[in-house]
């Protein structure tokens, strides 16, 4: 079983950068297939950016060219490289990690088993 922290978010002005961070601990990290998703208040929670079984990597169309997922397996931290925000990207950021190696559903929280406690983004205009 693994355990997720997230941290980085913070108040940054439209048009700003921040890079989210996601560590894990007590599992062995190289085995999960990572991804992140955001919950605004009132709203459901929606997929950001995930990394498939194949090393892929998937983005919602919001944010496609903007954010960027990457890991480092040697540091047990997936990150969230977040440039040009928008006010709409405000939200809980969370991490999330899916040992299931049949799972093809990338952008759906339910094929995600274990989260992160969620870090605040939140983009001032």
Excluded at 19 to 46: D, V
Aim: proline fraction near 2%.
């Amino acid at each position: 079983q693994v355990t997720l922290v997230d941290s980085g978010g913070g108040l940054v002005q439209a048009g700003g950068s921040l890079r989210l961070s996601c560590a894990a601990s007590g599992g062995t990290f190289s085995t999960y297939r990572m991804g992140w998703f955001r919950q605004a208040p009132g709203k459901e929670r929606e997929f950001v950016a995930a990394f498939g079984w194949n090393s892929n990597t998937y983005y919602a169309d919001s944010v496609k060219g903007r954010f960027t997922i990457s890991r480092d397996n040697a540091k047990n931290t997936v990150y969230l490289q977040m440039n040009s925000l928008k006010p709409d990207d405000t939200a809980v950021y969370y991490c999330a990690a899916d040992n299931n190696r049949y799972s093809r559903t990338y952008r759906s929280r339910w094929t995600y088993t274990y989260w992160g406690q969620g870090t605040q983004v939140t983009v001032s205009s």
